[in-house]
Structures are given as C-alpha cells and as structure tokens.
C-alpha cells in the first residue's frame, strides 16, 4: 500500500529466541515513532515497575513512515523506547533518539521498527537484512567499542569489508542488490558495566545517547542492531514529496545558495551548525553532512576521521579544552558509548570537588587522576576510561552521576548548590529552567531532560546573541510572538504563549505553551521523526515575512507519503493521546506530583550562566510582556519560587485534565483520547485521577 | 538516491536508484563519500554491448544513454560491461530489467520536464548543489574529472567558515 509504511513491524523474544511479526496497521492511529513505541510498550510491558535491566523490560527501535523518505529533517530519526537506567529516583519509561540511516535501512529492510522482548542467555547481535531476521554470536564483539563493532559487522553482513561495488544480499539474481553498508546501531564495550552512562551509537556519532539504552541492550545480552534493506517504500504522491522538499529548501540555504548572509543569529538555518564546524582544530579539512533525507546538514567529516558524525554537545564536554584535545575526547567518547551529556555535568562538579579540597590524591574523594590538568587530553582519557573500567573514581561514577554523589555523601549539598548540575531526575542541566520556563516544566513534568530545541533557538538563543552582540533584531518580541501564537494551534488565540517575563512563566498561558510543547514533540517530533535541528520552524529568515514553515511544513510532508488529509492540528490531538499514555505509564511506575519538584538551586540560586557551570549557556535574553509592551529582555538572575510552581503545575494538571491534586489523568480525560483501556488499568492501580 | 528512485518508480529505494552515493564515517573526508553517478559516456560500452539495442542512445531526448525496458531481456552484459564500479548500468530485480540514468527523461511520478534540457530530481533535491548538469565532458577513465572540490571554489561554502584543506 503506497502510505509510506513497510506493513510490519519486527518482534523479537531474546529468551525464546523467536522472531515474529505485528502489523503496523494494529498501531497506525499512533503515526510511527513514539506513538507506536508507548503503545506497543503499554501492550507488551507486562510490568512496567520493573527495573530497567530485568528480561521484562520492552525496548522499542522504531521507523516511522516519513523514514526513508525525502521529508526533510524527518526521514533520518529512529526512536528508542523503553524503561531507562539513568532517570533518578527511579528509571522511568523513557525514550532517546538518534539520525543517521538506521530507520532508512529498517523501512527499506521491510519493516517500520524493532521491538525486542526479553534476554538472550548468550550474547548477541541482531542481524536483519530485508525479511532474513538472525540472532548472530557476539561473543567476539561484546569488548569492541562501538566503531569496530560496527565494522566488523559491516564484513560479517557483506562476507568482506565494503569494496564499493554492488552486493547481492540472498542466494538469487533477484533477492536484492545493495551498495550501502549495513546501518549498525550498537552498545560500547561491556556496556552492563557502565549501563546508567551507555549510549547507543550509530555510524561514527549519531547517538541515543540519554537514558542508559547501552546498559538495557548490554543487559538483554545484545551487543547491536545491524539492517540492511534492499527494497523501498511507495509513496502515496511522490510529485508532491517532491514539491515538499524543494518548498522546504527555500526556507534554508540550501535553497537561498545566492542570500546565504541572511540567518537569524549565526546559528539557524546555516548547515552544519557553526559550534560543530569550530570545534575542529584549525587546517581541519571538512564537509557539512546530514542525515538520510536532510536540507540542514548539521554535522561534518573531517580528514582527520576523528569526529565525524559528531555535533553540538559531542564537542562542548567542558570549557577550556582546545580543539585538539576536544575532538579526541569526543572521538573516544563516541567510541566507548558514553552519554555526552553526563560528561557536561561532570565537569563542573569535578572542577568544584578540586576547588573544595575534596577530591585528589589522598583526599576525602580518593583519586589519581590528573586533576591539575582537566583540560589536557590526558585527563579526558583517563577519566572516560576510568568509568568504563570501573577503575579510580569511575567505579562510582559509573553507578550514574546522582548515584555517585550519593554514595559520596554529597547529593543534596551538591544539589544545593548546582555544583552538581542535575536539574530535575538526575539529568544534567541543559538549559535553565529558571529562565526558559518551557524547558524546565517539559522535563520536570516529563520523563528526562526534553532536549527539544523549539523554542530555545528562538526565544532563547537568537535574542540572547543579538543583545550580546549588539546586533539589529530581525523581528521585534511583539512580531515573534505574533507568529509564533499562529503556529501553535490550538492555542493560537492567545497572544502571550512565548511571555517568560517574572510573572509569565507561572501563567496559565505558559502552561499553555508547555503542553503545546509537549503534544507536538510526541507527535511531530518523535512518532513522525521530524529533527529538533530543523523543526519546530517557526520564525525563519528566509520565510515570507519571518514565518516560517511550521504547521503548514509537518502535514504537507506526511500527507504527501501517507496519502492521508491530516491537519495540524489533528496531529497535535494524536500528540496529546500519545502525552497521555506516556504519564499512565510513569503513574503506574510510582509518579506522584510530589516528586515533581526541581533540584534545590533551581529554586535557591540565581540564573547566571555560571551556575551551574554549563559551557555553552549565555545569560538569557528572552520575549517578555511586562506593562503592556513586548520587548526582549534580560531575565538572568532569576530563582525558581518553589509554591509558585506548585501553582503552576495545579493550572498545568488543570488544563491538561489532570486530578489537580495527584497529576494523574482523569477517566474522561482518557476515555475522549480512546484510551479507556488506560483509565481501567489506573483504576485497577488505585492511580486513575478524580475528577 | 530518494529522488531518483521516487521519481522513476514512486517509491524510495536506495537499490533502484541510478545514482549511487556510499557513506563510510570511519573515513577521513574526502573519502569517506564515493558518488558514482552515470557519466553518459561519448563511446558508451553499455549501448555497444546490448543485444537488443534496449540500451541504446535516445536521440529524441537530447542523445542521453538510457534503456528502453520493454526491450531488455535481462542479460545484465550492460552492467558488466560498465568500466566503473559500481556499474552505472543496474539491474531491477523485482522488475527484472536493466536501468540507468536517463537524465530524467522519463520520470513518471513527476510532473518537471526532465531530460537534457530540462530538470534532474538529484539535483533538484541536493541540499548542497553538489550535484549538477553538464555539457562539458570531463577528463574520462578516472575519477579525476569529476571531482569538482564545490567546496573551496564556492564562495558560500567558504562563506560558512569551513576548512577546505
């Protein structure tokens, strides 16, 4: 059927060691990606309380039908899903995604994604080409890092390393022929040992990287993932995919090659984001490169290999580090299968344990590591060596960084202060809640830190450098806000969704936003796989009049390929349904509003920048509606008042239709979503919300 | 490869494609992508050696090397007989006939006039204008003549900051 999916989805039993099959039309209404991912899990977790390493933990690798497509910035994610090792007090259901050609691979290969129940009692590797679906031994790869894996398996699928030339995969002139080299997705070395820090690693660094996925593989005994697919996709209307992909060009420089000057901040839409390509030592010859099907290019591959693939925070572990030992680090990292993000938290707190006097050679904290030299490449190595191997600090740290403090006897000191920059459920700080509210609430409501950029590169990031460099803004607060409230149906009648003034990010009108955030990044973001690096696009340079292409931009692309006739907002309602499945599921692992609180410098300590020490933050400049007027405005300095936020997640539970006093969906909340069967499973609980 | 594929046959297939670009990340750049495109040879081997002048040389559409599939009868020597590798000529095994680049001359899921004179769906879709169309033959027999380094002769790349080496 020409609507852009493969028809099936694989399962398969790690224990019984079988491979089946369920129809992707069971979980269509879901769109792809998460949708299916919740739903599936909802279904097939028997028990959704357990730890994220017992066999009952279900993980979902999951396509989408835009995947494999030319729908720009969506056709290159892959969704991982499953209970997670990282999240602290407990490891809730959690997800993490990553680009590359994985989902491609996975379509092409016949099938719309992967679910995998239970643990092989021998270590694997699961080897999928088109409809041939093995369990391989893994014994020789279970120590590799990450890139011999994946080449190793690259010679093991073709019978020989890639030679560049046509490969007949199957006993047949006609059982499909292939030039690509297989899409790996695979765990570091000896991940079980490290799990709360493993990522998941796809190509030389397209990471799932938060969430401990390594550790749940390493725990199901699957060392990685291998696909190859040799067949295609039919696309409801491929002259209007076609059409689709060169309107999309027009907002970024791929389609404006003459007026390539005109970005927002020296950030949007640029290929390869500039922090990416200046992380490489200067003379470093490189090309922008993207994921299947991008116009955004994001990352780069540089002559010296180290690198390739990585982006953005890959590079920023710390500051201070020259480009020269970055990218090293960064490659290791990749390497090993470490969550970079962890790494950007440790910093700060390792630098202020030496400042203290607590951690070093015969100190409280005993350690040999090269403290004296943090930005050497030296220390990087050891350090990330050091958690692999279990060996000198990395024996604790390798239990999760909030773990760790504990076990030192420094969490809530820590905490207190933002020397340990966990923001909310032992996540590293990522951006500040305190300022850019949205981001805050997302995560604290939510599972993880959000690491969804829409309205961070807007609100955030493009006023903040305007005002540090004295640049002219391209559109005023009161135009962003304008075109922006259009975009975010259906909320687009009001007209203070982006206010992150004093009294704004308490509002019922933020909680607006942020449901709005939360519904169309489960939706768009994740189920269909459209890239945080590309969309939300809501004020583009290139744009008629700064507007640009979202929710005109999302359906036009899975209309095109679906064949369906699906609104914006329709999808957004798919996205609520989705949102709603999600917090059953953390209900039904213990979730209470009670636990819903920010670490104590949320609410203690000033924003500045400085605390915690994140490397990439800037001071925030931010919209805000004060006295009747818009204007960009510094909000640094700002504390977290704790009852104010607990009014604020009264309104959010309200809006959301969620028992104001637990934060648990309510019957009719879930019953107008068709999702029934969730209220009668919290009810059976004793956790379906009043109403 | 998405948009040759969609535009010939309406779906995305990487293996259907008449361009073929291989990625290797553990490569250092420039090698780590290898782009084998059709070069619509002045002395085409694929034409010579057709047996049923199924691949053969489209003098309605600007004289580019295409294969007219109702007249292939599967003998694959067209892919054999390519001297680049990976064969330019391909073989489609759920269709059971040889095809290659034509330029875009016929592209049936797509309403642009295609051909020599008119749109190419790569280079339609290319996000970096890499790839484009040429009357001038480049130097034949290796891949020196086609290795247009766009990135340090752009004035827009090097606009981006990027090192070209």
């Not at chain 1, 583009?540 to 700064?546: E, V």
């Not at chain 2, 057709?50 to 694959?76: F, L, Y």
């Not at chain 2, 330019?88 to 001359?105: T, V, Y």
């Amino acid at each position: 059927m020409a609507n852009g999916y493969a028809g099936k989805i694989l399962k398969v039993d790690l224990t019984t060691k079988t491979i089946g099959e369920i129809p992707t039309s069971q979980y269509e209404q879901w769109g792809g990606g998460h949708g299916m991912g919740s739903a599936i899990f909802w279904d097939l977790c028997e028990d959704p309380t357990v730890d994220g390493t017992d066999p009952k933990n279900v993980v979902t690798i999951m396509a989408g039908p835009l995947s494999g497509t030319l729908a720009s910035g969506a056709a290159g994610r892959t969704e991982v899903q499953g209970i997670g090792l990282q999240s602290m007090p407990r490891g809730w259901f959690t997800r993490s995604n990553f680009g590359g050609r994985f989902s491609t691979h996975l379509k092409y290969a016949g099938w719309d994604g992967i679910v995998i129940l239970g643990k092989s009692d021998k270590q694997v590797w699961l080897n999928i080409v088109d409809g041939k679906v093995t369990l391989e031994d893994a014994t020789s790869l279970w120590g590799l890092d990450t890139h011999a894996t994946q080449q190793k398996i690259w010679a093991s699928v073709l019978g020989a390393p890639p030679a560049g030339n046509w490969d007949t995969l199957g006993t047949t002139r006609d059982s499909g022929r292939s030039t690509q080299r297989p899409a790996v997705l695979s765990a570091g070395p000896n991940a079980e040992k490290f799990g709360p820090w493993a990522s998941l690693v796809h190509d030389g660094g397209n990471g799932a990287g938060q969430g401990g996925f390594g550790g749940v593989f390493a725990s199901k005994n699957l060392k990685a993932v291998s696909v190859l697919g040799t067949g295609g996709i039919e696309v409801a209307d491929p002259n209007a995919l076609m059409q689709a992909r060169t309107w999309l060009m027009g907002y970024a420089v791929a389609g404006n090659w003459d007026n390539q000057g005109k970005n927002v901040a020296g950030n949007w839409p640029l290929p390869a984001n500039p922090g990416t390509a200046s992380s490489f030592p200067k003379g470093t010859a490189l090309r922008p490169q993207g994921c299947a099907g991008c116009v955004r290019m994001c990352r780069c591959r540089s002559d010296k290999i180290m690198g390739n693939d990585s982006m953005c925070v890959d590079f920023f572990t710390t500051a201070g580090a020259t480009p020269e030992v970055t990218v090293v680090w960064t490659d290791l990292m990749q390497k090993l299968g470490l969550n970079a993000f962890n790494l950007v938290g440790l910093f700060p707190w390792l630098r202020g344990l030496v400042a203290e006097g607590a951690i070093g050679k015969g100190k409280a904290i005993d350690s040999s590591l090269p403290f004296e030299q943090m930005t050497s490449v030296a220390f990087g190595v050891d350090l990330m060596n050091s958690i692999v191997n279990q060996t000198d600090i990395g024996k604790d740290l390798a239990l999760g960084l909030w773990q760790c403090a504990q076990k030192w006897g420094r969490l809530d000191k820590d905490l207190a202060t933002g020397m340990l920059p966990l923001q909310e459920w032992g996540y590293v700080h990522h951006y500040d809640g305190r300022t850019e509210a949205e981001w805050g609430y997302g995560c604290l409501l939510g599972d993880r830190d959000i690491n969804e950029h829409d309205f961070n590169w807007i609100c955030y990031w493009t006023p903040t450098i305007w005002a540090a460099y004295g640049m002219t803004p391209l559109v005023t607060a009161q135009r962003m806000a304008e075109i922006m409230s259009k975009q975010m149906i259906p909320y687009s009648d009001e007209p203070n969704l982006i206010d992150y003034s004093d009294a704004g990010i308490y509002s019922e009108t933020m909680a607006k936003t942020t449901a709005w955030h939360r519904h169309y990044t489960r939706y768009y973001k994740q189920a269909l796989g459209f890239c945080d690096w590309n969309w939300a696009d809501f004020v583009n340079p290139y744009g008629p009049d700064f507007v640009g292409a979202t929710s005109i931009g999302e359906p036009k692309f899975f209309n095109a390929v679906t064949g369906k006739n699906q609104t914006f907002a329709e999808g957004m309602e798919i996205g609520r349904k989705i949102w709603n499945l999600d917090r059953a599921v953390w209900i039904l692992q213990g979730r209470t509003r009670d636990m819903e609180v920010f670490s104590d410098y949320m609410y203690d300590v000033a924003a500045t920048a400085k605390t915690p020490g994140i490397p990439y933050e800037m001071p925030y400049t931010m919209p805000v509606f004060e006295n009747g007027a818009w204007s960009y405005k510094s909000v640094a300095g700002r504390k977290l008042d704790r009852q104010k936020v607990e009014d604020f997640k009264t309104l959010f539970f309200k809006l959301e239709g969620w028992d104001t006093k637990t934060g648990w969906p309510t019957r009719k909340t879930l019953e107008d979503l068709g999702l029934k069967n969730v209220a009668d499973k919290l009810q059976g609980a004793g956790k379906l919300g009043a109403a | 490869m998405m948009a040759c594929s969609l535009v010939h046959h309406g779906q995305v297939n990487y293996s259907l494609s008449r361009i073929q670009i291989t990625q290797n990340s553990f490569a250092a750049f420039p090698n780590d992508i290898s782009m084998a495109m059709c070069r619509q040879c002045p002395f085409p081997a694929c034409v010579e050696v057709c047996p049923t002048g199924a691949c053969h040389v489209d003098t309605a559409n600007g004289n580019v090397r295409t294969v007219d599939e109702a007249k292939c009868i599967g003998c694959e020597r067209c892919v054999a007989a390519c001297p680049f590798t990976p064969s330019r000529a391909i073989w489609n095994g759920a269709d059971k006939h040889a095809q290659k680049c034509d330029l875009c001359a016929d592209t049936p899921f797509w309403n642009e006039k295609g051909g020599p004179g008119g749109k190419q769906a790569c280079a339609t879709v290319c996000a970096m204008k890499a790839i484009s169309f040429t009357k001038d033959v480049p130097v034949q027999g290796a891949d020196t003549g086609y290795n247009v380094d766009l990135g340090s002769t752009s004035k827009v790349w090097q606009g981006f900051g990027f090192n070209v080496g």
